[in-house]
């Protein structure tokens, strides 16, 4: 076991209604509260209300910025850090999923440090304070709710990239299942597949952590048996509840400690797929994760096989990068760029994409090669 | 599932040498430092030095009370809220396991609210604050190290409870798997019981938390493949580590998300034999355990078959009632009132004191009745 840290802040407050919490959760941070959401669904479902009157009832003066991207743009991170300077805010409040939180946690660093969120998220500016936030979950996915990780993706730069903090755990997080009972089928699927592949960067990281890999094993499991589930029943409460709370146990650290780090190479393979194409997170690691395992079959078969050993039993590695396919598969989730219409003629372009990106592993190091073989391996 | 607040704050600090970060940690504080610690045994293996050493690295001022048992004493609780009030501290350090690390909890609230102590274990007093408290663990067992419950006994009411607060988080915990290499084979064996425990406090607690369910078959089959290892090989750093984590995994939350409570029977019967002959905590377990498993076989068969599908495939509840006991008496820890020379003399007195404090579950409710069964079960 590698020597490490547990440290997680963030209070979650999980159940139907917690969100009649919020009010007494919200109001000792202060009555200038910055709500920051999507384009606008929670309108059309009613949390927008529900948030709202949380807020009016501590005669909290409420200033919005919507409109946040499913794959979250620097540039609405620049425009809602401007509109929270200019209104002082005590507060951000962020309803919606991992964008929305994600883009919360570098806002809120933005306007605490005075300074440009690129510079943060590039490492140029070491932020030492931050705004308070409180996340009200609306998709179970990335697990922005309990971890102090933000993902944002530049134009100017070329670039989607990561950045985490101990400074970005929300104080609190408000999670309703009933929140996401009109996620559609195709985004229930991505949260599903996000949260297990979540659980994989943690097991193919660096570090004999035992116990860490029989919680993936939990995780994984639990996405398998209720992930059908909840796509035959959309509303049914405990299916949902039981995919939101394993989704945010992929991402809190539970599926780290004892490791050196996770290795993140097929996020980062994914999040190239996102920049180039606009494909939603979550469809691009069911395309990419099958390709990493089948190159990485021969480097690590002994690990792949251990996978498939607390997921099924006693299978090859091979057996296990099929069922796993097979399973994302069944999600309704692509596993083949070919599923979502990207042909051959776009092949040159990824490779060079994954290139000019470095797209690495923490682990297990990918070169041009390697990068040109997983990008065969996803047509 | 029902709903529920997942919140922890402790800071923990897991693996070799990370004692050294204490002076950091602790010099936020103060200089003020109460530090509370057992028989001595510190003394001996060299961990009291390394504490001190990194207290006096920033010139703190050490105030000692030491002498704590492993059955911890109201008496000693209110004899060290004397001496830190005396001495004004600003925090407490504790060094040992779960008894000098609960004492050192009801400690810091009895001095930080003024009051009595068992006034506060009693429900009669409720803490409004704290004084700060970082816990340098050298037992692998009850989780004190990363939740905020204490237990203790009181000789004048013949008791011995619990109290939870989420006051009582320790601020910082340090795990150093090396501080376990001298514990004697029986109180590493007792460890090994005790977080087996916890874990089923657990599963037999109320609401439909499959997640959560998987999480203790995580921790307890980590418990059966490196419980006997560590047994044969104590200063194997790798099997404490595995150890060590899983206890704090048993009781820091991880096992009760998702239901209304755990049922903790079996810990409650346990109590009295600890109050009544002094016995270990894991080895008053090892005897319940078994018993209760045994009174509650007719009444709650699938769930005790859904644990042996868990943690054995698919076996009936008798069998994985004899499975659990025999991992238990595998250990070295005792599984009947006999192994521990306890004899059918003290059958009526045990009987009595577990009517007279009535002994309960929050979930399975005893009576009389049952509580004498167990007993007899226990014999």
């Known amino acids: ?19 009649e919490q919020l009010r007494e959760a919200a109001q000792e941070y202060g009555k200038k509260v910055l709500l920051m959401y ?101 998709l179970a996915a990335t697990g922005s709710e309990m971890n102090g990780a933000a993902v944002l993706q530049n134009h100017k730069t070329d670039e989607k990239i990561g950045f985490s903090s101990s400074l970005n755990f929300p104080k609190h997080s408000f999670l309703d299942p009933t929140y996401t009972f009109s996620v559609p089928k195709d985004y229930t699927a991505y949260g599903i597949v996000d949260l297990t592949a979540h659980s994989l960067e943690g097991f193919f990281g660096e570090g004999d952590a035992t116990l860490t890999d029989r919680f993936v094993e939990a995780i994984i499991k639990e996405a398998m048996e209720y992930g059908p589930k909840v796509l035959s029943e959309p509303e049914n409460y405990e299916y949902r509840a039981k995919i939101m ?16 780090s996770g290795d993140w190479g097929v996020h980062s393979i994914g999040h190239n797929l996102s920049y180039l194409f606009d494909t939603p997170h979550g469809a691009t690691l069911s395309i990419a994760y099958p390709a990493w395992l089948k190159l990485q079959k021969d480097r ?70 390697d990068r040109k073989k997983i990008v065969e391996l996803m047509m």
């Open 38 to 138: 999507g384009k606008g669904s929670i309108k059309k479902n009613g949390i927008y209300g529900q948030v709202i009157k949380q807020l009016k009832s501590f005669n909290a003066e409420v200033i919005e910025y919507s409109g946040i991207k499913s794959n979250p743009l620097v540039d609405d991170v620049n425009e809602a850090a401007q509109l929270g300077k200019l209104n002082n805010i005590d507060l951000i409040v962020a309803v919606g999923g991992g964008s929305v939180i994600d883009s919360a946690k570098i806002t809120a660093l933005s306007i605490a440090n005075n300074t440009n969120p690129w510079a943060i998220m590039k490492f140029k500016v070491k932020p030492k304070t931050t705004i308070p936030l409180i996340a009200v979950l609306t």
């Open 300 to 369: 690590i078969p002994e690990r792949i096989a251990k996978l498939g050993e607390h997921l099924y039993g006693n299978v090859s590695a091979d057996e296990t990068i099929n069922r796993l396919e097979k399973f994302f598969q069944s999600l309704g989730s692509p596993i083949k760029l070919s599923d979502i219409g990207i042909g051959e003629d776009k092949k040159e372009i990824i490779i060079q994409q994954m290139i000019k990106t470095e797209t690495n592993g923490m682990v297990h190091k990918l070169n041009d090669d």
């Open 1 to 19: 076991m590698e020597n490490f840290t547990a440290y997680n802040p963030t209070k979650l407050h999980f159940g139907k209604d917690v969100v």
């Open 245 to 260: 709370w394993a989704a945010t146990n992929a991402l809190n650290g539970l599926t780290n400690y004892g490791r050196k």
